[in-house]
C-alpha cells in the first residue's frame, strides 16, 4: 500500500520551532518531487514548499520564506519541514505530498501532486 506519513506537528507558542517529517511506505520517494501544504480552519488549502528529487531545488511561499526549510533524506525515504519564528497565522493542518515529476512545479499547486498523506495538526499559540 503506497503512503505517506506526516508526524511532527503539536502545540507551540510564538516564535518557536517544530519539525515535520513525511515518511513513505510502499515506494520510493527518490526520483519524486515532494511539497508540502497546509489548510488553516475556513480556508483553501496553499502551498507551502517543494524540494526536487535530490534536493537541488526548493521553493517557498512567501509567508514562510526565511523561516521554513524543507529538506530530503533519500536514504531514509524521509522528507522534512523544519519551522521557526512560527506564528499564529502558521496554525494549520500541514501535508506533504509526492510528485511523480522530479521537479517542482513553480507554482506549488496540487495538482503536481500524485500522492497526499493525511496530515498533522500544527497549532501557535500562547
Known amino acids: 500500500q503506497l503512503q505517506l506519513v506526516e508526524s511532527g506537528g503539536g502545540l507551540v507558542q510564538p516564535g518557536g520551532s517544530l519539525r515535520l517529517s513525511c515518511a513513505a511506505s510502499?515506494?520510493?520517494?527518490?526520483?519524486?518531487?515532494i511539497g508540502w501544504f497546509r489548510q488553516a480552519p475556513g480556508k483553501e488549502r496553499e502551498g507551502v514548499s517543494c524540494?526536487?528529487?535530490?534536493?537541488?531545488?526548493?521553493e517557498y511561499a512567501d509567508s514562510v520564506k526565511g523561516r521554513f526549510t524543507t529538506s530530503r533524506d533519500n536514504a531514509k525515504n524521509t522528507a522534512y519541514l523544519q519551522m521557526s519564528s512560527l506564528k499564529p497565522e502558521d496554525t494549520a493542518v500541514y501535508y506533504c505530498a509526492a510528485s511523480r515529476s522530479y521537479y517542482c512545479s513553480g507554482d506549488m499547486e496540487e495538482y503536481w501532486y500524485d500522492y497526499w498523506g493525511q496530515g498533522t495538526q500544527v497549532t501557535v499559540s500562547s
Open positions: 510502499g515506494f520510493t520517494l527518490d526520483y519524486l518531487a
Open positions: 524540494i526536487s528529487e535530490r534536493g537541488g531545488s526548493t
